[in-house]
C-alpha cells in the first residue's frame, strides 16, 4: 500500500524554468510533508517542509504547495539550475505520536544547460 | 550541533553471510533513529524504526532485523543474507517531536552476491 506516491518518475526541465515536482498522498490523517533532494550514493538533504495547517512554504527558490483537499502536494523550484539535478523525494509523517516517515518513490530531476 | 554516520560504506558479502551495519549519532540524546533502503528503481523503503531503547518496531516483514543497545545506537543485522537484500542502506534520526525533521546518514550500498 503505496501511501506516498510520485507518479512521474522523471523530468526534464531547460536551466532558468520552473520546475514543478507532484506528490500524492493517501492518508488524510498526515500532517507534515517534507521534500527532500537525493544525490547517487549519498543520503537524501532536506530542502523544505510544510504543516498541515498551511497552504503554502517558501524558502528562496523552493516553494511547497499543499491541497490538502485534493491530497496533494507540488514542489516549484524557480529558476531551475543544473545543480538542482538529482532525485527529489517527498515524505508525509504519519499521524502525531508515532513517528513515522513514509517517502514516495523519487522524481529525476534532469536541469538541462 | 548534531550529525550521523554510519558504516561500513560499502560491502559485497555472499548469500547465507550475517549483515551488521551500525549507525550512531551525536549531539544529540533521546533521537527516533530509522533505517530505510532503497533497492535498485525504488523508493525509500522504512524498515525499522526505534523511540528509545530496546524498542524497535518492524515494518516489512523479512530476515532483518535490528537492535539499539545504546541511546543513539542503531545497528541494522542479518543472519543469512538473501540476493534480494541488495540495496542502499540509510539510517535515520529525527528529534521525536511531531513537525520535525527527519536526517539521513550517508549511506551504506550493499551488495550480496
Known amino acids: 500500500d503505496q501511501q506516498v506516491k510520485q507518479n512521474s518518475p522523471s523530468l526534464s526541465v531547460q536551466e532558468g524554468r520552473i520546475s514543478i515536482l507532484n506528490c500524492d498522498y493517501t492518508n488524510s490523517m498526515f500532517d507534515y510533508f517534507l521534500w527532500y533532494k537525493k544525490y547517487p550514493a549519498e543520503g537524501p538533504t532536506f530542502l523544505i517542509s510544510?504543516?498541515?495547517?498551511?497552504d503554502k512554504n517558501e524558502d528562496g527558490r523552493f516553494t511547497v504547495f499543499l491541497n490538502k483537499s485534493a491530497k496533494h502536494l507540488s514542489l516549484h523550484i524557480v529558476p531551475s539550475q543544473p545543480g538542482d539535478s538529482a532525485v527529489y523525494f517527498c515524505a508525509a509523517t504519519s499521524p502525531s505520536g508515532t513517528y513515522k516517515y513514509i517517502f514516495g518513490t523519487g522524481t529525476r530531476l534532469k536541469v538541462l544547460a | 550541533s548534531q550529525t550521523i554516520h554510519q558504516w561500513p560504506a560499502t560491502l559485497v558479502q555472499p548469500v547465507g553471510s550475517p549483515l551488521s551495519l551500525e549507525c550512531t549519532v551525536e549531539g544529540t540524546s533521546n533521537p527516533n533513529l530509522y533505517w530505510y533502503r532503497q533497492a535498485a528503481g525504488r523508493g525509500l523503503q522504512l524498515l525499522f524504526y526505534s523511540v528509545g531503547i530496546g524498542q524497535i518496531s518492524s515494518e516489512v516483514p523479512q530476515n532483518l532485523s535490528a537492535s539499539r543497545p545504546q541511546d543513539r545506537q542503531f545497528i541494522l543485522s542479518s543472519k543469512k543474507l538473501l540476493l534480494s537484500d541488495s540495496g542502499f542502506y540509510l539510517c535515520?534520526?529525527?528529534?521525536?517531536?511531531?513537525?520535525?525533521?527527519?536526517?539521513f546518514g550517508e549511506g551504506s550500498w550493499l551488495t550480496v552476491v
Open positions: 535515520a534520526w529525527s528529534p521525536g517531536i511531531p513537525g520535525n525533521t527527519i536526517y
Open positions: 510544510i504543516s498541515s495547517i498551511k
